[in-house]
């Protein structure tokens, strides 16, 4: 599928992405996170939201605390990944602003306010979108513009790792995302995403087609799933390697849920031809 790019951004700088929201990217550039972790300021009368603070880092503190002349009035998070909830604690103790995260934030992090799907916070709806973590969470604007997190970036596709992560959550959150109405996404790393429905189609489907092909390379020969990660991703990177390898286990957890494979001691075989047989069957009432 084809990825959005962008050139590298003004580092230290708060950039105007849109009227009233400003974006400072965190110096943390990857090959997992591109040009670093996004940091929004959204300004009203009151003072500035900070959404995602960015990873543990002073000098992001700095700058973020330099752009917003220390008025935040609150704090939130997409979801509590290092990167995005590292320099939280450290924003708060500056400015007193409360955090705002997901109910069931992961540990060590817990939430001043802690939100739920359906909650509204600085004008925004909470939309739960787990699947790349179980505590991601969008904010979704009335005028259609969408915090989108690690969810949807258009930069890449997203890393769905277990145990935190889950295939089966993620597709269901991407198929509730695609019935929004929603046509701009500012994402977690990378440029914003305009039209953003016809992009989640290609996620939907490249998922899809990943899927059958674990279950293909599976009925060839039992392998682990770093095998199995060897042999559908040309990627030479160790680092995508062990990403690779992350959704090739979450493909996994999902294709066994549904009995497509099962596990036997550390290696995984299909067992499409049974499933395919026994889903006949179901259609035909037996």
């Not at 580092?11 to 974006?23: A, D, F, Y």
């Not at 330099?66 to 509590?80: K, M, N, Q």
């Not at 899809?208 to 390379?217: F, K, N």
Request: proline share 8%; hydrophobic share 35%.
């Amino acid at each position: 599928m084809p990825y959005l790019k962008e050139p590298e951004p003004l580092r230290r700088k708060s950039e105007v992405v849109v009227p009233g929201i400003r974006r400072i990217v965190a110096n943390n550039p990857s090959v997992m996170t591109y040009h670093g972790t996004n940091t929004y300021l959204i300004d009203d009368e009151q003072g500035t939201t900070v959404l995602d603070p960015g990873p543990l880092d002073e000098a992001h503190l700095h700058d973020v605390l330099e752009a917003v002349s220390g008025r935040v009035t609150r704090i939130l998070l997409t979801h509590t990944h290092s990167d995005h909830v590292g320099n939280a604690a450290a924003l708060r103790q500056a400015t007193g602003a409360p955090i705002y995260s997901h109910v069931i934030s992961a540990e060590p992090h817990r939430p001043d306010v802690p939100l739920s799907a359906g909650d509204t916070v600085a004008g925004m709806t909470v939309v739960h979108t787990p699947g790349h973590a179980a505590d991601h969470v969008c904010f979704a604007r009335g005028d259609g513009l969408l915090f989108s997190g690690d969810h949807v970036m258009g930069w890449s596709s997203t890393v769905v790792g277990p145990p935190h992560g889950n295939m089966k959550d993620y597709l269901e959150s991407l198929r509730a995302l695609r019935q929004r109405s929603d046509r701009l996404y500012l994402p977690g790393h990378g440029p914003a995403l305009p039209d953003p429905h016809p992009y989640i189609d290609d996620l939907l489907r490249h998922r899809i087609d990943r899927e059958t092909e674990i279950v293909a390379t599976l009925r060839k020969r039992p392998m682990s799933p770093t095998d199995v990660a060897r042999h559908l991703y040309a990627k030479l990177d160790p680092t995508l390697s062990r990403a690779a390898e992350r959704n090739v286990l979450s493909h996994l957890d999902k294709l066994a849920a549904e009995g497509r494979v099962e596990q036997i001691g550390e290696l995984w075989r299909s067992v499409e031809d049974e499933w395919e047989s026994g889903s006949s069957m179901e259609r035909r009432g037996f």
